[in-house]
C-alpha cells in the first residue's frame, strides 16, 4: 500500500491512496490521477511508479527528487510514503 501527500508550497492540499504495483500519472489534465492546477504544470507532467520503491518518470515537463520521500513539480510537493 503507498500514500502520496500532495502539497502547494508547504500546505496540505490531498492525500492519495494506491495498492501498488502501479503507474500513476501527475499533470494539469483532467485524465490524470493526480491532477495539478497550475500554469507551469503540463498537460501529462510526470508518472510515479510505485512498486518495490518508487521512482518518478518526466513525461512533458521536469520534475526533481529532494530526498527519498519527495518529488517536486513546480510549487508542488509529492511526498510518497510505502504504508
Known amino acids: 500500500m503507498w500514500r502520496i501527500t500532495l502539497l502547494d508550497s508547504g500546505n496540505l492540499v490531498d492525500t492519495y491512496t494506491f495498492a501498488g504495483p502501479e503507474s500513476v500519472t501527475v499533470g ?7 491532477v495539478l492546477n497550475a500554469l507551469g504544470v503540463k ?13 518518478i518518470m518526466a ?5 526533481e527528487r529532494k530526498g ?11 511526498r510518497v510514503e510505502r504504508r
Open 68 to 78: 527519498f520521500d519527495d518529488a517536486v513539480i513546480g510549487r508542488f510537493t509529492l
Open 59 to 63: 513525461l512533458e515537463g521536469t520534475v
Open 43 to 55: 498537460k501529462h507532467h510526470a508518472r510515479v511508479v510505485l512498486g518495490d520503491g518508487w521512482e
Open 28 to 34: 494539469r489534465a483532467e485524465d490524470n490521477q493526480i
